[in-house]
């Protein structure tokens, strides 16, 4: 059974129009003009618990917007939200204590207890969410090791390294154990290792929770190692829904091919795509229906040392979806 139901979401601001120059700000005081624009465009989609659900696209797309009406921050302007049978925009305190909201920006505790440490938070929020003193323990012991927060708990907030913050504010967002997590940048400005080890973090926890999360991120190496299903939205509309590793074949049907020759290939004659690198190397793209075949041919005519097939990762397959001309 869906744990989140999305069907038609719109969501429309209304923001101030402005011409430019002293003349436009004149104008707009006496007499201000405002326009519509709709961040969401009928957006439908389901979420079943234990899955993470890739959502990403471009700057302005409309991924913050979602997350924000399912977690009640904002109402939609039409269509159907529920969330764990709820409606998010009234904010039902029984609502509330089964969600969380993580971003990559900041945090409850970067906010509230910036000078606090986080022990000092996590307390803060077993009072707010009515937990008591022995499912705060068992809950705080199953997040502190595999986030290696165990001995920063006396440290100030403001003192910890961005990734150990991150990592804190994760904790905090979990504490409560919420069935359904919304990741919002989760692993943005981390270095490599953090966001490996955050990556495998959720990884496990979902796993061993069945937590329902969605999840939106620019590093696309965050969505291919995680999410089940991939939506991609683009100016407030999904233009894809499916397996991630489909939407290579959908968007992008090419794929990159390097062959090491066992002997100099000046006069060999490679297909069409491939072209030669230094004497010895030959690389391009081909298309993925004829790779199959073009290496059988080049496998029974020349000599050859190595041969790689590399298919395009998911950040260089949006970007050429989204920067292709339109029709």
Known sequence: MAVVVVNRLVRVFTRPRKAPGLRGLVRFYLRPEYERVEALRGVSFTLEAGEILGYVGPNGAGKT??????????????????????????????????IALVTGHSGFLQEVAWDLTPMDGFRLLKDLYGLSE???????????????????????IRRLSLGQRVRAELVASLLHRPRVLFL?????????????????????????????????????RDVEELAHRLL??????????????????????????????????????????????????????????????IIAELLSRYPIQDLTVEEPDLETVLRHFFEAPTP
């Open 65 to 98: 917007t979602t997350l924000k009406v399912l977690s009640g921050v904002l109402h939609p302007t039409r269509g159907h939200v529920e969330v764990l049978g709820f409606e998010p925009w009234r904010r039902q305190d029984r609502f509330l204590r089964q």
């Open 184 to 220: 919002d940048e989760p692993t943005l400005g981390l270095d490599i290792v953090s966001q490996h080890r955050l990556r495998d973090f959720l990884r496990t926890y979902v796993q061993e929770t069945g937590t329902a999360v969605i999840l939106t991120s620019h590093y696309m």
């Open 134 to 156: 022995d499912e705060f323990r068992r809950n705080l012991e199953a997040l502190l090791e595999p986030l290696d927060l165990t001995g920063l708990l006396e440290v100030p």
């Open 232 to 293: 991609v939205l683009h100016q407030g509309r999904i233009v894809y829904e499916g397996p991630v590793e489909t939407l290579a074949e959908r968007l992008m049907p090419v794929r990159t091919v390097q062959v090491v020759f066992a002997e100099p290939a000046v006069h060999f004659h490679l297909p069409p795509g491939l072209s030669l690198v230094d004497e010895l190397t030959a690389r391009g793209t081909l298309p993925r229906d004829q790779v199959q075949q």
